[in-house]
């Protein structure tokens, strides 16, 4: 990564913003044990962004965050705890933790060289620098409609799933199979026709309203699903 200087920031300031001891800790464990990816930042090393390998080496989350003075801001991650409760989970921990070594790093190796400078090579190096900073600041323009676009995303997909699984009903019925409400469905029809059969009409037609739900259960996931 070849970044402007990283923010620095000590344990304590992670500590804080985990607002529990056990999280930093599971974070740390996981950025230790080598499970941040794909560490990214932008040129004013604002906006971070990661990819965090669960403890068992399966799952795969997104993280991301800015840094502004020293504050942490817009806050992601498509875990499942994030997703529940939007706070500092153990990823963005882990991700706050490689973002510290990273700091820690470029500091250690900066190198200060003295000596004595001709006049019109710091002219001729003032001119290349102003025009190098023209063009960054275009790219900056755009670099941050991205960031702000994948913090957005990320925060859609929260959203999302927690409205697919709020309704404590029809949640994990909409998530369900289609083979199995299939299958349910069908058995209710035919045990409440059974049922009108041998005089159980109470029953019967109970039956018969709920295979007539799982049905439409059955379309709405296959609507879902295409």
Same mark, same amino acid.
């Given at each position: 990564?070849? %970044?402007?200087?990283?923010? !620095?920031? *000590?344990?304590?300031?992670? %500590?804080?913003?985990? +607002?529990?001891?056990?999280?930093?800790?599971?974070?740390? !464990?996981?950025?230790? $044990?080598?499970?941040?990816?794909?560490?990214?930042?932008?040129?004013?090393?604002?906006?971070? *962004?990661?990819?965090?390998?669960?403890?068992?080496?399966?799952?795969?989350?997104?993280?991301?965050?800015?840094?502004?003075? %020293?504050? @942490?801001?817009?806050?992601?991650?498509? &875990?499942?705890? +994030?997703?529940? *409760?939007?706070?500092? &989970?153990?990823?963005?921990?882990?991700?706050?933790?490689?973002?510290?070594?990273?700091?820690?790093?470029?500091?250690?190796?900066?190198?200060?060289?003295?000596?004595?400078?001709?006049?019109?090579?710091?002219?001729?190096?003032?001119?290349?620098?102003? #025009?190098?900073?023209? =063009?960054? !600041?275009?790219?900056?323009?755009? /670099? /941050?409609?991205?960031?702000? %676009?994948?913090?957005?995303?990320?925060?859609?997909? $929260?959203?999302?799933?927690?409205?697919? #699984?709020?309704?404590?009903?029809?949640?994990?019925?909409?998530?369900?199979?289609?083979?199995? @409400?299939? =299958?349910? *469905?069908?058995?209710? @029809?035919?045990?409440?026709? +059974?049922?009108? $059969?041998?005089?159980? !009409?109470?029953?019967?037609?109970?039956?018969?309203?709920?295979?007539?739900?799982?049905? =439409?259960?059955? @379309?709405? /996931?296959?609507?879902?699903?295409?």
């Amino acid at each position: 990564m070849d %970044k402007n200087t990283f923010p !620095t920031f *000590s344990n304590d300031w992670i %500590k804080h913003y985990s +607002f529990d001891i056990r999280r930093y800790n599971w974070g740390s !464990t996981l950025y230790n $044990n080598g499970h941040v990816m794909d560490l990214k930042s932008n040129f004013e090393s604002t906006y971070f *962004s990661a990819q965090v390998r669960s403890y068992n080496g399966i799952d795969i989350y997104d993280v991301a965050f800015k840094i502004v003075d %020293k504050i @942490l801001l817009n806050i992601g991650c498509t &875990c499942g705890h +994030f997703k529940e *409760s939007p706070k500092v &989970c153990k990823h963005i921990v882990a991700v706050l933790k490689a973002v510290q070594h990273e700091s820690l790093q470029k500091n250690s190796t900066k190198k200060t060289v003295v000596g004595s400078r001709d006049s019109s090579q710091d002219i001729q190096k003032a001119r290349a620098k102003n #025009t190098a900073n023209q =063009i960054l !600041t275009e790219e900056k323009k755009g /670099n /941050n409609r991205n960031e702000d %676009k994948k913090i957005v995303e990320i925060k859609k997909t $929260n959203d999302a799933h927690m409205d697919e #699984t709020k309704h404590p009903v029809l949640g994990p019925l909409v998530n369900a199979p289609v083979i199995v @409400l299939l =299958i349910f *469905s069908v058995l209710c @029809l035919v045990i409440g026709i +059974f049922a009108i $059969n041998i005089e159980e !009409t109470t029953m019967g037609v109970l039956l018969i309203f709920g295979a007539v739900f799982m049905f =439409i259960v059955m @379309l709405i /996931n296959l609507t879902r699903k295409r």
